[in-house]
């Protein structure tokens, strides 16, 4: 077993992630099979919004892997450039989830008017929080990535990215599709 | 190993010593990053707060034996504040004693140097472990202070009580601790992932899987346990925190929520965490028998297949808590069945230590008298474990005294005797003296037959049917009899005289770490490659990096003439 050492904590890092997400999710799901009226709740979420927010963190995916490929040719800039426009891609699922919260919590829907709704802001919460640390990360390991430094950082964030992206498809029809 | 190879490494050593640099105090004490240093941080932090945790048994054990009495440095105590007493006793004894001690303390002091390495392979994450941890000190002890005192809710912290203010009354005491009890679990993360990826790509070049020390391999099991079971619970304590402050109903049934889910939540994760403390303890225990026995462990990988058994096992026996909690009762047989089933790897680690004194040559060293109190004591937890696991008895013995004695009968070997008997045994290396051995033994039979006088007696009154939440007994006619009440007497004596022993060992520790013999590098004979490091090792353990060529219970070796083989040395 010769997995690069930083590569190796990521994966580590990842199963505590897994059972943290996993932890919740199931609470949510044991608690939905005896809720049916949690479904009229869910009714209330913006499916169309959730959509577009998918195919955005999917897309900054893309350009993770992008900057991973430019990374093992040895192109720095290209790599951070790269990242940057994934950090463009994880704002942007950030700001249209603070409207979709705004616009949700000004129609009356809190995190204590029910049990779906506090799981809904609980683990969609979680996530957002997830997603600004990637960005945090990568606009780190981006700087150091442009002076051709640390490269295989590049792959080590990239592997938490899509992870987190992972989360998300699992959230998306918890949370949005099922109605 | 070639000879070419071995002249890199030695290279390679050189340039190694260097990169190490003299530091300041600063540096070297506050803001190190040397798993040695952290491992010091760690160790004196859990000795610290065991002091904190044992004052408070002090206290609630004397409120039992004589009730209404005003305890000596402490004063009267209230309802609430007994209640606060016994929720951090468990809370410290198990997250700021067991934890740091067992697995950061020995994990960090043991992984670089046995696995033969100069360091962590993330040393500032290893910090940032500790500073995290420390943080988590803090925030606990600044509950005990603040207005409504300490949180009352029991070390389980079940809902309602731990969530709704109006029952707890202690809605500043209650959220500080569920976030000291998670920051805690940050640090320990971050510590666990430093331990697993260094002992899967750090080790002396020849150290396969099998060379690795038992107790490293221990710790590491643990480490991966931990890992996979805290999650559920750190979401649970967001839940919890929500409930508190922003009074969602996770743990609501009015409001759609469910009490019990907190107890699969924490459940789930706390009893791997049993193992999770148990295994390091273990390990140390297996170190120190073969050591002193001059025999190679009996059956080394036979213990690492029951360790990945159990670990296995151990998250499949988390509802054994919950038999009265409103179960399913199929669910409870399922639950019963694991349960037993996981005795039976434990059972053989046990048997495993036995076969390995059979024939040795014994050492009655004072490490060696607290790894054979270890196996004697846990054993009497263990059988009275299976009376707790078959689910018809739990339910008579659920919440009582016998409950309370069981648990300290597995817990007190776990987080009192391996680090007492760890602590004897590696402090020459740690810090290149020797500890008095009389007055070890003397601190040892001080400590070992109180303990018995303190949980013997808990488990007559579990049996008499004494509830375990109780403060003043006098208010139950059925339970203030004479003979109950001398029992509870018993006991709280028998506590002070340990907790008078302990002057014993904290006297020789430090007059022995001022004044005892200079140790050499290898005092006891061992084979495992901290032994050929300085006692005490310096910033990056060794000035040329170790190779390995066997493993590390090469005892008594026919036809070798002396009786131990150091795996660092060349066949």
């Known amino acids: 077993m010769n997995i690069p050492t930083g590569r190796l904590a990521v994966w580590w890092v990842l199963v505590s992630e897994i059972v943290i997400f996993g932890g919740l999710l199931a609470s949510y799901l044991m608690n939905r099979l005896t809720h049916a009226d949690w479904a009229d709740q869910a009714a209330h979420t913006n499916t169309w919004i959730g959509a577009f927010n998918t195919l955005v963190l999917l897309t900054s995916s893309l350009s993770a892997v992008l900057a991973h490929q430019a990374a093992e040719k040895g192109d720095g800039p290209k790599a951070a450039r790269l990242l940057w426009l994934t950090v463009l891609g994880g704002a942007t699922f950030l700001v249209v989830k603070s409207f979709e919260w705004t616009h949700e919590i000004r129609e009356g829907f809190t995190i204590t008017s029910s049990g779906f ?8 919460g979680l ?6 640390c990637g960005m945090i990360l990568m606009i780190w390991v981006a700087s150091t990535a442009a002076k051709n430094q640390e490269l295989h950082r590049v792959e080590n964030i990239g592997i938490y990215w899509h992870f987190v992206d992972i989360v998300w498809i699992f959230l998306f029809p918890l949370l949005y599709i099922a109605k | 190993m070639s000879h070419t190879s071995h002249t890199e490494a030695h290279g390679a050593g050189a340039a190694h010593a260097d990169s190490h640099p003299p530091q300041s105090f600063f540096h070297k004490y506050l803001w190190s990053t040397d798993h040695k240093v952290i491992a010091m941080q760690y160790l004196f932090t859990g000795m610290a707060m065991a002091l904190v945790g044992a004052f408070m048994a002090y206290v ?7 009730p209404g009495m005003s305890v000596p440095g402490f004063g009267v105590v209230s309802p609430g504040e007994y209640n606060a007493m016994i929720t951090n006793h468990g809370s410290i004894m198990i997250f700021w004693v067991a934890m740091p001690v067992l697995i950061a303390g020995f994990g960090n002091y043991l992984i670089p140097l046995m696995c033969g390495c100069d360091d962590m392979v993330f040393p500032r994450v290893n910090r940032l472990s500790y500073q995290l941890f420390f943080l988590s000190v803090l925030v606990l002890i600044a509950s005990l202070f603040v207005q409504g005192g300490g949180f009352g809710g029991a070390w389980t912290a079940y809902p309602p009580l731990s969530s709704v203010a109006k029952y707890n009354l202690t809605p500043w005491g209650s959220l500080l601790w569920i976030i000291a009890v998670a920051l805690e679990f940050v640090a ?3 510590g666990g992932i430093n331990f697993i990826t260094t002992a899967m790509n750090s080790r002396a070049p ?10 490293v391999w221990m710790i590491v099991v643990a480490s991966l346990l931990f890992m996979a079971s805290v999650g559920p619970l750190i979401a649970g304590a967001v839940m919890l925190i929500f409930d508190q402050t922003l009074h969602t109903g996770f743990f609501d049934p009015a409001r759609g929520g469910d009490p019990v889910l907190w107890q699969h939540l924490f459940w789930f994760f706390g009893h791997p965490e049993v193992y999770v403390v148990l295994l390091p303890a273990m390990g140390i225990v297996a170190e120190i028998m073969t050591v002193f ?6 059956a080394y990988r036979m213990v690492i297949y029951s360790v990945i058994a159990t670990g296995v096992l151990s998250f499949f026996v988390w509802a054994h808590h919950q038999f009265i909690a409103g179960i399913d009762p199929r669910m409870a047989n399922i639950f019963t069945v694991t349960t037993l089933l996981i005795s039976i790897p434990i059972a053989e680690l046990c048997f495993v230590y036995i076969a390995t004194l059979y024939g040795g040559s014994i050492r009655l060293t004072t490490p060696m008298l607290w790894a054979l109190a270890f196996v004697a004591e846990f054993l009497i937890g263990g059988v009275t474990g299976i009376y707790l696991g078959a689910s018809g008895a739990d339910i008579f013995f659920h919440d009582t005294y016998f409950v309370v004695a069981h648990f300290h009968y597995t817990f007190f070997p776990i987080a009192i005797i391996a680090v007492f008997a760890g602590i004897t045994f590696w402090f020459p290396k740690m810090f290149g003296r020797y500890m008095n051995e009389t007055w070890g033994k003397v601190h040892f039979w001080g400590t070992i037959i109180p303990f018995n006088l303190i949980f013997i007696p808990m488990f007559l009154l579990g049996m008499a049917g004494e509830h375990r939440r109780i403060y003043d007994y006098t208010h139950f006619p059925d339970l ?33 770490l001022m004044r005892g013999a200079r140790a050499s590098k290898n005092p006891w004979n061992a084979n495992t ?3 050929t490091a300085e006692s005490p090792p310096p910033h990056g353990n060794w000035a040329e990096l170790p190779n390995c060529y066997r493993g590390p219970y090469e005892y008594s070796v026919p036809g070798r003439e002396l009786d131990y083989w150091p795996q660092d040395e060349k066949a």
């Open chain 2, 480 to 512: 203030a009899l004479p003979e109950l009440q001398a029992m509870r007497i018993l006991a709280t004596v028998a506590l002070l005289v340990m907790l008078a022993f302990q002057l014993v060992f904290l006297v020789n520790f430090v007059l022995s």
């Open chain 1, 127 to 132: 996530h957002a929080f997830h997603v600004l």
């Open chain 1, 117 to 124: 709704w506090s799981y809904y802001y609980t683990a969609a």
């Open chain 2, 60 to 66: 609630f054990r004397m409120q039992l034996a004589f």
């Open chain 2, 206 to 215: 020849g150290m396969k899987a099998f060379d690795v020390p038992i107790v």
């Open chain 2, 188 to 190: 320990f993360l971050l």
């Open chain 2, 293 to 298: 026995a001059r025999k190679k462990l009996f």
């Open chain 2, 529 to 531: 490659l901290e032994w």
